[in-house]
C-alpha cells in the first residue's frame, strides 16, 4: 500500500513504491502528453511535494527509466536514494 495525494481525470499522485517519493502518473498511455497535460501534472505533483519537502526541498525527475512507454514524473528530495536503501 502507498500513500496517494491526488487523483483526477487527467493523472494521479501517489508515493513510488520503489523510490518512496511523490511521482505524477498520466491516465493516458503514451510516453508525450500534451503540454496543457504536462503542465497540469506537474503542478499537482509541486503541490503535494510542496508539503511533504518544502517549496526549496525537491526537484522533479522527468527521466522515465523503469516505464519508458507511459509518462511519469517524480518529485525528489536530496535523501531519497539513502531512503531507498534504508528501509
Do not use: K
Amino acid at each position: 500500500m502507498t500513500d496517494w495525494y491526488h487523483e483526477d481525470e487527467v493523472c494521479w499522485v501517489a508515493d513510488c513504491e520503489v523510490c518512496d517519493v511523490p511521482m505524477v502518473v498520466w491516465r493516458e498511455h503514451g510516453p508525450t502528453p500534451p503540454e496543457d497535460a504536462v503542465e497540469h501534472m506537474v503542478a499537482r505533483l509541486s503541490e503535494v511535494a510542496n508539503g511533504r519537502f518544502g517549496a526549496d526541498g525537491w526537484s522533479i525527475d522527468r527521466v522515465m527509466r523503469q516505464i519508458p512507454d507511459h509518462f511519469h514524473a517524480h518529485a525528489r528530495d536530496p535523501n531519497w536514494w539513502y531512503r531507498r536503501f534504508s528501509r
